[in-house]
């Protein structure tokens, strides 16, 4: 476990012997990959770097360098959220995680795949608000949209089912940065509690989930260091990492 | 079953009581469900749609209108080749085209995506020449480099083992089209027999393997068409589809 975001430079930390992630607290593709975890109770490290001044030894486990990247064995590396997710559910069986049912797997894939577009706009009003458009509007109320619409013809608590699975893993990571947005001035950004009454409630059960719960970010936190990113100088340790994050395996519904 | 790529105002054709799988004929990414369904031996038919103009119902299947999308029963449909191809590898387990081992699985997934800049590449090459640059060539050449490898690592005669599987057919459609490079004058892009002869050895194998042997279309074909729509003009129906493509479940080897 890195207390700060390991940078050019340094060391690269022994291997603990039992998975490793490597990470950066603020990054939504990263915490995929970290609910993941938390939810299957592996236990696992997390090794958090600073994306600005990589380490040398990242692009070992990441071709590109991005994060996440877990560290299966000794030096061995897989990439990308989403092929961990699935390594993980497949090698880690209990609890799965997916429907047993081939069409709705693909559906998930095709809802994660729909939502992309507004987890892009997400990016443009927290990133590069000066690109931003009413089409980058348009395409993020479509995301929420999609997935108030996809509740209610579930019907379940969670996207899942009435145990939340991959598909709100990978889903939830925007959700929990897209309420930043109105504390940075986009206010058309912030969701209708009303108009999305359904995906608020869903908002509000995924936030109790113990795999989030030990995670999450309020948003004050995520706007603050998207704040600092926007400035070109981000705060990758403005937090005690060590002291949000889970490290150490929870037991499910503690 | 279209003889013709389908264009705007054309009608739906009636659903035919089994998978029907929209196309485009010189599609890598419909190819990839094409060989899927064939290596299955699944009973489809196929509806190649023109995509320079295409018909208003695709969008019904398809949200962004890509090929492939796969009907699975009236009016539903999955989009996207990869989420296609694990629905079918999950609902039509035999024969299975993954190996069941996770780890492999992960590493199939990173190998395409660590393929995916030399299909850029290529784009790029065939379709793109204004844009082309030595930085093109070198991640095509790196690409090349990668599949060899993992053919030499691996030691088997197809990527998936000594049966094609999901990865040989994820990969296959571009190696396809990369031998269509030097007859657009991009000799550089030719594939150096001695020093990929591992690589050259499995492109021969995978010609023969009868889910791809019975749409395979040659360089010189490829090249056509490519010539076509280079000049703004794709000639979709070059080819008499009714003929070439094997929409009649074949036999595994047969």
């Known amino acids: 476990m890195s207390e700060k975001h390991l940078q050019t430079g340094d060391a690269l930390p022994p291997y603990p012997g039992k998975l490793r992630l490597f990470a950066m607290r603020f990054c939504p593709y990263a915490e ?137 893993y990978t889903i939830w990571p925007f959700l929990e940065r897209f309420q930043a947005l109105p504390l940075l001035g986009k206010t058309d950004f912030a969701i209708d509690k009303s108009k999305y009454a359904v995906l608020v409630t869903y908002i509000e059960a995924m936030k109790n989930v113990p795999a989030v719960k030990s995670y999450y970010l309020p948003p004050e936190t995520h706007a603050k260091f998207t704040e600092s990113r926007s400035k070109g100088d981000p705060d990758y340790n403005m937090l005690d990492t060590s002291a949000v994050c889970c490290m150490r395996p929870r037991k499910k519904k503690e």
Chains 1, 2 share one sequence.
């Open 32 to 168: 995929r990959s970290v609910l993941v975890l938390n939810a299957k109770n592996i236990p696992y490290e997390t090794v958090f770097i600073n994306l600005d001044h990589k380490p040398d030894w990242i692009f070992y486990y990441s071709p590109k360098g991005t994060v996440p990247a877990l560290e299966y064995e000794a030096g061995k590396g897989i990439f990308d959220s989403n092929i961990i997710n699935f390594y993980l559910d497949e090698k880690y069986p209990e609890p799965p995680l997916q429907s047993a049912d081939p069409l709705r797997r693909a559906q998930d894939k095709m809802l994660v795949e729909n939502f992309s577009g507004a987890q892009a706009a997400y990016y443009t009003a927290a990133f590069n608000s000066q690109a931003l458009q009413s089409s980058h509007l348009e395409t993020y109320q479509k995301g929420l949209d999609l997935l108030q619409k996809e509740l209610e013809t579930r019907g379940t608590t969670y996207l899942n089912g009435n145990e939340p699975g991959l598909i709100d």
